[in-house]
Antibody, heavy 120, light 109 residues
Framework: QVTLRESGPALVKPTQTLTLTCTVS??????????VSWLRQPPGKALEWLAR???????YYNTSLKTRLTISKDTSKNQVVLTMTNLDPMDTATYYC????????????WGQGTLVTVSS | EIVLTQSPGTLSLSPGERATLSCRAS???????LAWYQQKPGQAPRLLIY???SRATGIPDRFSGSGSGTDFTLTISRLEPEDFAVYYC??????????FGQGTRLEIK
């Protein structure tokens, strides 16, 4: 059974950089066709996809946020890391990581999410 | 970017009734690359349907998806108490430029 768990700071100041970690269990990130995405959901609002990294290290980004995002993975730790620079209060959201299969872009399963608040 | 509009915003029904949720795309969604998710308060979304009509693993058969092009529907044949939640559609036909609808809240009448 594949599970994902997000971790990171609950509170970040404006202009700072956010680093989030997704720890994957039940499958190796090096397994063919294993892909992990980051998504977010501001309080009471809809979902937004942010970035994705595939087993072969192919990376994809939301074009509107591309300049602020970096996604990477550490296969030895089975972790995927997302960094987001220059945070703004509008970035306050629950951040999720989720699995997708190769060439597919639906997400299953999801981690439980981590709430990040951007405030001074 | 393909914009998805879900309707109604809120749907009030009773257990045992049939629910019909709509998702309309601003452009045709290629190959019916549309998914549906269920989200309960304080929980992560759960995949229900992918490819417009394929049920995800473990999803009860009272959930069904249909549609193509720009118009898609999620139907719950007989509502169970645990089905009251927010439902989101997602298109991935223009990946990686994927997008989600704004959600339909299904509440108990």
């Amino acid at each position: 059974q594949v599970t994902l768990r997000e971790s990171g700071p609950a509170l970040v100041k404006p202009t700072q950089t956010l680093t989030l970690t997704c720890t994957v269990s039940g499958v190796s990130l090096g397994t063919s066709a294993m892909c992990v995405s980051w998504l977010r959901q501001p309080p009471g609002k809809a979902l937004e996809w942010l970035a994705r990294i595939d087993w072969d290290d192919e990376k994809y980004y939301n074009t509107s946020l591309k300049t602020r995002l970096t996604i990477s993975k550490d296969t030895s730790k089975n972790q995927v890391v997302l960094t987001m620079t220059n945070l703004d209060p509008m970035d306050t959201a629950t951040y999720y990581c989720a699995r997708a299969a190769a060439r597919q872009w639906w997400f299953d399963p999801w981690g439980q999410g981590t709430l990040v608040t951007v405030s001074s | 970017e393909i914009v998805l509009t879900q309707s109604p915003g809120t749907l009030s029904l009773s257990p045992g009734e049939r629910a019909t949720l709509s998702c309309r795309a601003s452009q045709s969604v290629s190959s019916s690359y549309l998914a549906w998710y269920q989200q309960k308060p304080g929980q992560a979304p759960r995949l229900l349907i992918y490819g417009a009509s394929s049920r995800a693993t473990g999803i009860p058969d009272r959930f069904s998806g249909s549609g193509s092009g720009t118009d898609f529907t999620l139907t719950i044949s007989r509502l169970e108490p645990e089905d009251f939640a927010v439902y989101y559609c997602q298109q991935y036909g223009s990946s990686p430029a994927i997008s989600f609808g704004q959600g339909t809240r299904l509440e108990i009448k």
